[in-house]
């Protein structure tokens, strides 16, 4: 879309200096013709991975024991899915997820400010934190488990922990790279502090933030069905690992596409949100 | 421009400028976090039975050693870590310099990568068991298909942020392949590398006591779920000490390496 | 033609007047005088620009009218009152795009108004206005990343006006644009200046911009800075096509240059002290 050239009377501008005005479009990424062949093949892959899979359970080529038939885990899928138990399990993975991610949010976010607001705390603290990433935080379930209890809460804690680490990280950053001249420009118009956070630094920092915030998110969920998996007695983590000890190798596979399901569903719905803040507010 | 959304540390990744770690100052307040964390646990271990003081566990840590019934389990722990993540850099260096090579690959794999780091990898390890049967080679594998992850990415997004003209430089020289990919590629990826490197090791080593958690023969992260399980207390706190050190030296280490190759380069 | 800066004493009440201004900056290296005794004044109406060896501390002058930067000694007010933070009468442009890029043009050049407080329609009518009168009513809901540099510093500019304010100041605005386009933009800043006659501070290192736009030149002189001289400059305003031809034009900008090469060699040249 070139601008101006319908060349109205009032604007000098668009006349003669059609080289000096014409607006830029905005680029797209890479031409339409590969991205429809790679979908194409992206999908040729995954769709051929489950008939290779499919042939290869049924002749007996990959023992019953380590996988069975993809057509079978889906008509387990589709009975366990209705049922009451499965039910439990999803509201109580879907609200721990949830419950971690806004403390890991609640608490990333201030965090991401004090780092930027002080640049030698994130300085003298990044070993810390390195480390503290390093270290899965499921050590100290014994401590969060006599404190808190047999339930969601050390979970939730242990899950906001991993969440709210790449949350602060990218809030930092984001801030940080927000152009000083705006802050000038919000000096010269004499903008109170809060006008300034809202009105300027808030929408400048958001598509730079939400990258971290899908981060988060994301280990949000892994925390939770990693840590569900091996410590509790409930949640869809804990019931493919239950499945395993019971030697049904159809249900843990059932429970484990539910978990991959769900993550290639949240993953995609954020970044579908990243896109559009992107092309809205970038 | 399309790079690949990075799961990772946004910050560290690209365009790094390696971060010197040692100032005095800094040193020294770190020094005081320490000495603020050490006194908070032992605070925290008068109020409750349930933390072990940092005195006691370091003297259990110290005793582990001391009648060697450590060595096994840091034996398979560590070896777990460093075989996974060699397999982890043997195919995540070359799949990842591909898929940043070719924007048709890059095209296709893109979203399955970052669809496949959004899964749990940890659901799998059942699987690993069935395979490799309770032990070494089944944590090697699980910390080798996590860290695949972080590995390829960062490879991925180093290829890409190569500056264009180097290619037409190697050209213009008559390079060799081999000769361009050893003396311009490497090098001017050599920053996202290890970055990669270094969150490959961590989540390799988060992967490996999670997986001991769950099932293992030997291994510092069975022997926490043992000692807590005999409400050996300080034992336990002992060994997420040395954990915590070995992650920590582990990190300081590749930190160290990233300084001097990006000196060099 | 040169004349002693007004003294004080001579001042007329709508005046920006600047009495013994100075600027010193405390840095790691210690003490830096930027500004050292900046007298004059600014009649109502009156197109000035100010030119000077890189580093004299332009910047810094601007930044004390506009409230952004407190002078270490002396003063500067406006309509008698000191300034002594960021004013309703003033209003800034710099040289940097300071476009909100998340805004449309329209929320853009109305983001001084919002600030204020002036309700929604009010403000946007304003906004409108001035987006007319920058010519850029066709982009009023574009953002800014669809629009050339030219055009983001013309929404600066009419953000600025759209303000109303007594002093505008622009810190070299046209810095980053292409020759081309500053030529353009240049005669379109005076066509809008002709109809709203604030008073403008204007910087910038184009002396050939400095005599076209303005009605006084100062020079100022090396680090520390003081005015050197103030040049009136008499061509015919509004300024006719073919002024950059006219010999007195020639000569205002010879003169101009002879003083700002001096003041330049001893910030560059061999006996320069390093910043």
Known sequence: ?282 | MRTATLPLFPRTTGRTKTRNPGTVTDNLWRAAVMVALLALWAALSVLTDLVASPAASFTALVELFADGSIYRHLNATLQAVLIGFLIAAAAGFPLGYAIGRSKFLGAVFDPIVAGAFAIPRVIFFPILLQVFGVGVGAQSAMAALAAVFPIMVSTTAGVRAINPLLPKLARSLNLSPLQTVAKIYVPAMAPSLMVGIRIGFSIAFINVIIAEFFAARAGLGLLTLRAYGQLDLPAMYGIIVLLALIALAGNLALWAAERRLSRKA | MNQMPTMPSTKQEHDVVFENIGMTFQTAAGATQAVANVTGSIPEHKFVSIIGPSGCGKSTLLDMVGGLLKPTQGSVSIDGEAVTAPRRDTAMVFQEDSTLHWRSVLDNVAFGLEVKGVPKDERHERARKMIELVGLRQFEDHRPGQLSGGMKQRVAIARAMAMEPRVLLMDEPFGALDQQTRQFIGRELLRIWEKTRNRVLFITHDIQEAVYLSDEVWVMSARPSVVKEVVKIDLPRPRPEGTHALPRFRELEDHLWSLVKVEAEKTLGPGAQLA
Request: aromatic share 8%; net charge positive.
């Open chain 1, 1 to 282: 879309m070139v601008a101006g050239q319908s060349g109205s009377g009032e604007d000098p501008w668009t006349r003669g200096a059609a080289g000096v005005t014409v607006a830029k479009t905005l680029t797209r990424s890479q031409p339409d013709p590969l991205r429809r062949r790679a979908a194409a093949v992206r999908w040729a892959i995954l769709v051929g991975l489950v008939v290779v899979l499919e042939a290869a359970t049924r002749t007996g080529l990959v023992d019953r024991t380590l996988m069975v038939p993809p057509s079978e885990i889906l008509a387990r899928l589709i009975s366990i899915v209705p049922t009451g138990q499965f039910g439990a399990d999803a509201v109580r993975t879907i609200t721990t997820i949830l419950v971690a991610f806004a403390v890991g949010l609640v608490l990333g976010i201030p965090l991401g400010v004090v780092l930027w607001r002080i640049p030698a705390a994130g300085r003298i603290l990044e070993p810390f934190i390195v480390t503290g990433y390093a270290m899965p935080t499921l050590l100290f379930y014994p401590v969060l488990l006599a404190v808190m209890g047999l339930n969601a809460g050390p979970i939730i804690l242990i899950a906001a922990s991993m969440s709210l680490v790449p949350i602060a990280l990218t809030t930092m950053v984001a801030l940080n790279s927000i152009k000083p001249i705006l802050h000038k420009l919000a000096n010269s118009v004499n903008a109170s502090p809060s006008q300034y956070y809202v009105k300027v630094l808030l929408p400048a920092a958001t598509p730079l933030v939400f990258p971290g915030v899908k981060l988060g998110f994301i280990y949000a969920v892994i925390g939770t069905v990693a840590m569900e998996f091996i410590l509790a007695a409930q949640g869809i983590g804990f019931r493919a690992g239950f499945y395993y000890r019971e030697l049904n190798t159809a249900d843990m596979w059932a429970y484990i596409a539910v978990v991959v399901v769900l993550s290639v569903l949240v993953n995609s719905i954020l970044t579908w949100l990243e896109k559009r803040i992107r092309r809205d507010m970038l």
